[in-house]
């Protein structure tokens, strides 16, 4: 028998009479939250959150008066940065705690901000955006995101989670052979959210990191330029560079330009995102 196929004529008419039963309004045996895996317990780890993947829909149904909690592992990277978000269909009273915790959630490293635009901030989402610093080594999985929901809450109660890098990647710069480079840094977020970031810097022979330069933007459209010669550890190198930053995923661009004063020219490098 061919994987797939329905075993024996009983088999059949089960599934016809449980397909019948809901096409007349029959309510069907389901748990009570239908996107976890053990809806008996809060506090229960969910799968990874990958960066780039589809957004996940959850519930914050509270049981027996106690606020259900919802726990997710994210993938992190030394010298990079990501941004965490949560949205609900209706006002965010759905969720009470958004939180970035350390790996075994026992300490709280960041809570969630909602981004404000005028009289709207109820019905933005929250935020979590952060750098993870050159003293993290390697891939791994030191924090835990937490969702905490209210004591009233109830299967309506949906919210989607989204996890993406931030990180721009810069492919050139050169400061050898009569060539410096010039970084410039945009803001192109909305209003006066101030955000941070940190330019690193790498050497083309094997990207060990040679020099780094930290900065902020406080005001939509604000430009930040760094003559990288000046940036220690910068000079008389060349290779690539990266951008880790708290403005949030699309809220920064940047370029890398190698000017050439001997002859005039100049070499315009575009720092991206990521594909996700």
Request: glycine share 10%; proline share 5%; hydrophobic share 35%.
């Amino acid at each position: 028998m061919k994987r797939g196929m329905v075993s024996s004529a009983a088999e059949q008419r089960f599934i016809l009479v449980l397909v019948a039963g809901a096409l007349a309004g029959v309510p069907l045996a389901h748990a009570t939250d239908a996107w976890e895996p053990d809806n008996t317990t809060s506090g229960t780890y969910l799968q990874f959150l990958m960066s780039g993947h589809p957004d996940q829909l959850h519930d914050l149904q509270a049981s027996g008066g106690v606020a259900d909690v919802d726990m997710y592992y994210v993938l992190t990277a030394p010298y990079r940065s990501y941004e965490a978000r949560i949205e609900t269909r209706q006002k965010l009273t759905t969720v009470t705690s958004f939180q970035r915790r350390n790996d075994d959630a026992t300490s709280t490293l960041q809570t969630a901000a909602q981004f404000q635009v005028g009289n709207l901030t109820q019905l933005s989402p929250y935020f979590l955006r952060w750098e993870v610093p050159p003293t993290v080594t390697g891939f791994n999985l030191t924090n835990v995101l937490r969702v905490e929901g209210q004591t009233t809450g109830t299967v309506s109660s949906v919210y989607s989670i989204g996890y993406r890098e931030t990180t721009l990647f810069c492919p050139r710069f050169n400061n050898t052979n009569g060539q410096v480079s010039v970084l410039i840094v945009q803001a192109a977020h909305y209003g006066q959210n101030s955000c941070a970031f940190t330019a690193y810097f790498f050497s083309e022979a094997g990207g060990t990191p040679v020099a780094q330069q930290a900065g902020t933007l406080d005001a939509e459209g604000e430009v930040v330029t760094i003559s990288t010669p000046g940036v220690p550890g910068a000079a008389n190198q060349k290779g690539g560079a990266q951008i880790s930053h708290t403005c949030g995923y699309g809220n920064i661009k940047a370029k890398l330009v190698a000017l050439e004063p001997a002859t005039g020219f100049s070499f315009d490098t575009p720092c991206t995102v990521r594909e996700q």
